[in-house]
């Protein structure tokens, strides 16, 4: 009996870390679903790109208020951990304070925790405001009704609820150190839980202690529930954030990705010296052809996008910055930045599913990305203007997605809004989006 506490503690540790454990190999399953894509290059770009705008979260304090105040519950959130550690430690040994004999620097150290945990709950409030107060428009845009608006509350709710836990249960300690009680070492300085001191007063031991374990307990379960709880959530990023800035896009923003073998087609038409009567690429042999032609242009689901553009999927926090700056959004079109990414997120977690209901392997369904999640009118009604790809503070790319979209749209379909069709034909046979004849292209020197 003496042993049951750390046998439950090690029990419950196991199965909260076993259920992460197999929502992460489901998330890395989803992500490989995507085509493969080389970023293999320039590692130390990468490496910096993430200490820089992961780590250093400098793309967030563009906008100051929320930016200082993320940055606080980011911290928090790290320097917590720490604590979270001597919390497993003394769950598994039965000890109590484990790091106490640390002395002074301890004591400098659950202070701080304690500073934090307050700054935490005040930009969680603040946050909070913000949703469902002051309602900031780029919080309540469609998109953002329904789950995305409970998920976004809810995590500042188990924010909140995990950080009073911590108060709570320094508080307790702190009274059960003041009268001796067994077990409880004097260790530990508690700048923000002394204010809740007065609320014990008169209590006995026995109260104290249950009211100390029952916040140790239901702490350290919230922080397993909340790890397990990542998986459903926007929150996704605090893990993501780090492998995605990662990979993120090195080139130019205004760079476009062409098709290997259309470049080379376009080159074959060019060259002076090219074979008219050569064989077509498709009827040579693979290797003599010198490129595979792809199954299909562009993409029309989840499997045809890279893996990186899936990655970007999972790792999008919803903050709406995107779609904020979005020119398409703010002149009322229907294209949200945000949107995108959250429908490629959820036709992926759809594909997962089917996978995972059909023995590992996915049955058509009738459905795909294009239309059933996406329209084509968000797709056309994107400018390119990267507005979104600049405001992302995790470096996510929406328009990457939407260009080969469009690219499906254009090669496979052939359908292109009749403006767009209309320029294509005229640089086809004019050699210029305008519909004059080429040998017309001087007449305004003679107009008066
Ligand atoms: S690139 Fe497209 S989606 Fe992104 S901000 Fe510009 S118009 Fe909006
Ligand atoms: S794509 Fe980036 S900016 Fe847009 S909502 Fe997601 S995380 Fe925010």
Known sequence: MEYLPNILFAVILIIGIGFFAHNVRKLARNIKL????????NKGQRWKNMA??????????VRPIPGILHFLVYVGFIIINLEVLEIIIDGLLGTHRIFAPLGSVYNVLIGSFEILAFLVIVAVVVFWIRRNAIKLQRFIKPEMKGWPKKDADLILYIELVLMTLFLIMNAADFQLQQVGADHYTQAGSFPISQ????FFDGISSQSLVLIERGAWWLHIVGILFFLNYLYYSKHLHILLAFPNTYYGKLEAKGKLNNLDSVTQEVMLMMDPDADPYAAPAEDLPAGEAGMTEPEKFGASDVTDLNWVQLLNAYTCTECGRCTSECPANLTGKKLSPRKIMMDTRDRLEEVGRNINGNKGSFEDDGKQLLDDYITREELWACTSCN????????SIDPLSIIMDMRQYLVMEQSAAPSDLNNMMGNIENNGAPWPFNQMDRLNW???S
């Open 52 to 61: 820089k705008v992961a780590l250093g979260q400098t793309k967030m304090v």
């Open 195 to 198: 204010f809740i001191f007065p």
């Open 387 to 394: 507005a979104c790809t600049e405001a992302c503070p995790v």
């Open 445 to 447: 020197k003679d107009e």
């Open 34 to 41: 995507g085509k493969d894509v080389d970023v293999s290059e």
